[in-house]
């Protein structure tokens, strides 16, 4: 995933120039900053509506053997995050001329959302879920340039496409299989977009560069901090799998943007690196232990973490405190203070201290689950 070989202009983004100075353009902030706030609040009022209509429905979430929660709850919050976010990334897409490849994207994420609603009402087999996540991320490879590669012509273009399309299915399947307890994907939103927006926008100067994408990441991070009102501990609302799908696969096909366009290809290992820790060696363990990787599960770092006595509020801020990390390091890259395999190594050994303390404090606590 290191660029290699590829030309670099003076203004490209992933052009790091300690002495450079970084000016923010008005019009970027301004743009960047009103379709967070929109799409927050937008989404908490659209929520807050679908909140009565699913429980008037009796379409709840109700706890079993796996659950990290104690009582039924609402779910299919993602109706109202995912409602929110479509309509504004075609106007933010239209506003920034990059509408001809972002409304197939929306396209794939409001089939996705379709078809995980069908999930959360009646359940549906493997085959068709994964079938249809291969379909919507062909989808966006296909409309990436050839030039554009993840490893920057390393692999050849068939190979890499590959790579990159299960790097793609994995990420949005993790994202969906790391939403278990309340907050949890609010947090890891909000961190993961608004850390990308934030590290577009510093690395643009004097026009230079490329910021369109900025307002798209602001987006999905004021949807999740809208939807995060009601999904902090107690939860009145789950996202479900119309959410954490969709979601899943916005946020993969930004990242996969920023490593094969605009080779920001540290940000793709940094920003998500909980979610890419815990739920990769999580699958690495089961899949060791001969168990079935596709069935649902609670031993993730943080599930053993609640499960053991911790609030769902108390495991939730401390990956939102890992995640600001994270977040800072990326914006130390990002204004050229180090270099982006310095920012690794911290980077890493954060992610690794927090997977550790959940799993080997926090999980062999004693107590009643939250």
């Known amino acids: 995933m290191v660029p290699r070989g590829r030309h670099v202009g003076p203004n490209h983004p992933a052009r790091f120039n300690p002495g450079r100075n970084y000016s923010i353009s008005a019009n970027m902030m301004m743009v960047t900053l009103i379709a967070a706030v929109f799409s927050g609040v937008a989404t908490w009022a659209a929520a807050r509506f679908v909140l009565g209509q699913l429980a008037a429905r009796g379409v709840m979430d109700r706890p079993n053997e796996r659950s990290s929660h104690d009582r039924p709850v609402p779910r299919g919050g993602g109706l109202a995050v995912i409602g929110v976010i479509a309509p504004v990334w075609l106007v933010v897409a239209l506003f920034n001329g990059i ?18 609603f069908i999930d959360d009402l009646r359940g549906l087999p493997p085959l068709p879920r994964v079938a249809a996540h291969i379909i919507a991320v062909s989808l966006g490879l296909w409309l990436l340039p050839d030039h554009a590669m993840l490893f920057d012509g390393w692999l050849p273009l068939w190979a890499d496409r590959i790579v990159t399309a299960l790097a793609w299915i994995w990420f949005i399947n993790l994202f969906n299989f790391m939403d278990g307890i309340d907050g949890i994907t609010g947090v890891e939103t909000i961190a993961v977009t608004g850390g990308l927006a934030f590290a577009l926008i510093v690395m643009v100067s004097d026009g230079g560069g490329d910021w369109s994408h900025a307002p798209l990441a602001a987006v999905l991070a004021g949807a999740a901090a809208g939807f995060l009102v009601l999904n902090w501990h107690p939860a009145r609302l789950f996202l479900g799998d119309v959410g954490s799908v969709p979601l899943g696969y916005l946020i993969g096909w930004l990242l996969v943007w920023a490593a094969c366009v605009a080779s920001l290809w540290w940000l793709v290992l940094i920003l998500p690196l909980y979610y890419w820790g815990d739920a990769t060696t999580v699958l690495i363990r089961r899949a060791l232990k001969g168990e079935k990787i596709w069935h649902a599960h609670r031993s993730h770092a943080y599930q053993l973490a609640v499960q053991a006595g911790a609030s769902h ?29 310095t920012a690794l190594v911290p980077s890493a050994l954060l992610t690794l201290a927090a997977l550790c303390y959940l799993r080997f404090r926090l999980g062999r606590k004693n107590g009643s689950p939250a």
């Open 313 to 341: 509020a108390h495991v939730s801020l401390l990956i939102a405190t890992l995640n600001l990390a994270l977040v800072a390091l990326t914006l130390c890259v990002a204004i050229g203070a180090i270099g982006p395999w």
């Open 99 to 116: 509408l001809a490849t972002v409304w197939p994207v929306v396209l794939a994420a409001l089939a996705l959302a379709a078809l995980s």
